[in-house]
Every structure is written in structure tokens, then in C-alpha cells.
């Protein structure tokens, strides 16, 4: 997995990984959405060190996984309607919803903000993993700030291996992209993040939501919004952006949803689907930027996704990934 001798030990004893956490040390484990690198909430000084290993900026708050009601109602003040339909039907899984925290959640977790972000993740090992620790546990991506988020326990070796205590090894991500964020505070709910819960399913049970296009900097509603994130090192632009006479020249990489023709010579093709099955495809997508990314290509040329469901969260990684001003010229 890792030839690195400094890196952590990777295991599949959950009691293990309980153990450490509880211990206030900083664990990666999987969910069904992503990797995420866990440290019990409650622990400011565990809280600090995942921040210290993601390189992860102080404003950016992180999400709290519980694997009980018991929890969340000691983490927030409220839970309202519109929440409590949203956990009756998405929870376990990849919906993560920001309501009011109360004063056991430190400041350190939720950037000073008075709201915290909640999640109950649904794979079956986080759920047993949360259940023996009996604490909440903040947990980020398991991936440097910026950087491609992790879908299997050798992405998470590979990047943090060396900074991190334990990997609780939990297979494949079967979502493949991290969780829907939905802020729940105001009036109006707020679709901050496209994730494993489409937009079409949420307002199919809560009616109409916001949603909140990105900005920059501090002033961003939800930080994980910032222009440019889950980007691969290898400079990527939209097929859109493409110019064939220039690409002959360079080695070129193409992450696409099905077979495609191209009009330049690929080095390396990532076909995600066969069929266009946007759950198939999003299941994927990491690893495939990420072998991309390892290809020693000079530029990757992505295939925009259908703009619906799943799709809109792809679409959404792929132009926070997109960095033109890098491309080799
Ligand atoms: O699927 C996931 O959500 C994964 C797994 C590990 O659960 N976690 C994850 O965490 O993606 P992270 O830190 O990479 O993304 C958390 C997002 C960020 O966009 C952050 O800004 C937002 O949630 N967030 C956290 N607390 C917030 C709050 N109080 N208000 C608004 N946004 C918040
Ligand atoms: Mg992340």
C-alpha cells in the first residue's frame, strides 16, 4: 500500500480505532461518501491537530459525525421540521445539515460560527465505529486542504499517511463524493454543497431550496464553497476549453462519462461509465482524477456532466477543479 516506513499502521479492528479516538488521537476512517479524518469533537486539542495535518485553514469549520439522535440533541439547540424530515429520510447517509450548536461544541470545530454542520453517516463500519466510541467525531475529508478527496484507505496512506495516528480500512467509498450540505438556520433552507443527496430528492421532500452560488474568501457561506478545491496537481480545463491544435503538443488525459471521440490523440483515457449511470460514475470519479493525476500528464480535459441529480455535483467538483491559468501553453 504505502513503502513509506513512517506511515501509520492501516487496520480493520473498529475497537482499535475506537480506542484511539478516544484517546484523543487522529484517525481516518471510512463513510460511504469519502474518507474523513476523524478526531473527537469535543477535544480541542485533537480538533487542532486535524486541522494542523489537512493544512486546513481556521475558518473552514468541519462537520460532526454522530451515529445517534442522543448526540445530535446535545450538539444542537434546535431541530426543526423541515430537519427532522430530512433525518427521517436521508439519515444514515450523505446528507449533512447545519443547524443551531449549542455550547458543548467548541468554537475550534465550528470556526466561531453559532451553527455546527451534522452528519450521520451510513456505512456500516463508521455506524459501529461512532457507536463503540460513544462521542461525536469532527471529520474533515481525509485529504490536504485543497487536494483530491480520498476514496479508499491507500489514497488516505498515500497524502497523510505519515502525519496521522491509525487507518481504519473500510474498503471503497460506494458514494464516491462527499456529502450534500444543507444549512437549516434560516427561514428559507439553504442548499450550501451538491453532494450524495441530489437537490431533486431534497425538495421532494422539503419543497423549494436556495442554493448559494460560490464566492471567495471569508466572506464564503459555507468555506468548502471556495472557487478552487478538490483539484488534481495536473492542470485540468472542460472539453469546452480545449483547443485541439494547441493539446497535439502535450500529453492529455480525459475523464469522460461514457466512451467519447476526441479531436486530439489521448496519453490517457478515465471512461467513468458505459451506460451514463451518474451513480456508477460518481462512485468513481475520484479515483479516476486521481490515477490522472499520476499519469504525468500535462493537462487532464474533462467532459462536463448532464447538469441533473448526481451530475450537478460533479459538475460542481470539476469547476472548482479546473484551473486554466496553470495549463502549460
Ligand atoms: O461526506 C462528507 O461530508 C465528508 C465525510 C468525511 O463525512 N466530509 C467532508 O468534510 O466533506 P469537509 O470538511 O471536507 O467539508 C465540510 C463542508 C465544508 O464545505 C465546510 O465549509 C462546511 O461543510 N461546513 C461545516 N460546518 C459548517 C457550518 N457551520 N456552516 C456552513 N458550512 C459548514
Ligand atoms: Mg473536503
Known amino acids: 500500500m504505502n513503502d513509506d516506513q513512517t506511515s501509520c499502521p492501516v487496520t480493520t479492528d473498529i475497537g482499535r480505532a475506537a480506542t484511539a479516538l478516544r484517546d484523543g488521537q487522529v484517525v481516518a476512517f471510512a463513510t460511504e461518501t469519502v474518507y474523513g479524518l476523524g478526531a473527537n469533537a469535543l477535544d480541542r486539542n485533537a480538533v487542532a491537530r486535524v486541522f494542523e495535518v489537512k493544512d486546513r485553514p481556521h475558518f473552514d469549520p468541519l462537520i460532526v459525525h454522530v451515529a445517534s439522535d442522543e448526540w445530535l440533541n446535545q450538539l444542537v439547540r434546535d431541530v426543526p421540521e423541515p430537519a427532522r424530515q430530512l433525518a427521517h429520510e436521508f439519515w444514515p447517509g450523505p446528507l449533512t445539515m447545519v443547524l443551531e450548536k449549542t455550547d458543548l461544541v467548541p468554537d475550534l470545530v465550528t470556526s466561531g460560527l453559532s451553527s455546527v454542520a451534522v452528519r450521520m453517516p451510513s456505512h456500516p463500519q463508521a455506524r459501529e465505529l461512532l457507536r463503540q466510541v460513544d462521542l461525536p467525531i469532527a471529520a474533515p475529508s481525509a485529504n490536504p486542504f485543497g487536494q483530491l478527496s480520498p476514496t479508499s484507505a491507500a489514497h488516505v496512506a498515500e497524502t497523510l499517511g ?168
Not at 480500512?169 to 458514494?175: A, E, Q
Not at 478538490?230 to 492529455?252: F, K
Not at 451514463?276 to 504525468?296: H, K, S, V, Y
Open 162 to 329: 505519515s502525519r496521522i495516528d491509525l487507518i481504519l480500512d473500510g474498503g471503497s467509498c460506494d458514494v464516491g463524493i462527499e456529502s450534500t450540505v444543507i444549512l437549516l438556520t434560516e427561514e428559507q433552507p439553504c442548499l450550501l454543497r451538491h453532494g450524495g443527496v441530489t437537490q431533486e430528492r431534497i425538495e421532494a421532500v422539503i419543497g423549494p431550496v436556495q442554493t448559494r452560488q460560490s464566492s471567495s474568501g471569508e466572506s464564503a457561506p459555507s468555506p468548502g464553497m471556495l472557487p478552487q478545491h478538490y483539484a488534481p496537481r495536473t492542470p485540468l480545463i472542460l472539453n469546452i476549453e480545449a483547443d485541439a491544435d494547441r493539446l497535439a503538443d502535450l500529453r492529455v488525459g480525459v475523464l469522460s462519462l461514457r466512451p467519447i471521440a476526441t479531436p486530439f490523440e489521448p496519453t490517457a483515457i478515465e471512461t467513468l461509465t458505459t451506460d451514463g449511470d451518474l451513480r456508477t460514475a460518481t462512485a468513481g470519479f475520484f479515483a479516476a482524477m486521481r490515477r490522472l493525476d499520476q499519469a504525468g500528464l500535462d493537462v487532464i480535459v474533462a467532459w462536463p456532466f448532464p447538469d441533473e441529480g448526481l451530475g450537478r455535483a460533479l459538475n460542481d467538483r470539476l469547476a472548482r477543479a479546473c484551473h486554466v491559468d496553470r495549463i502549460a501553453r
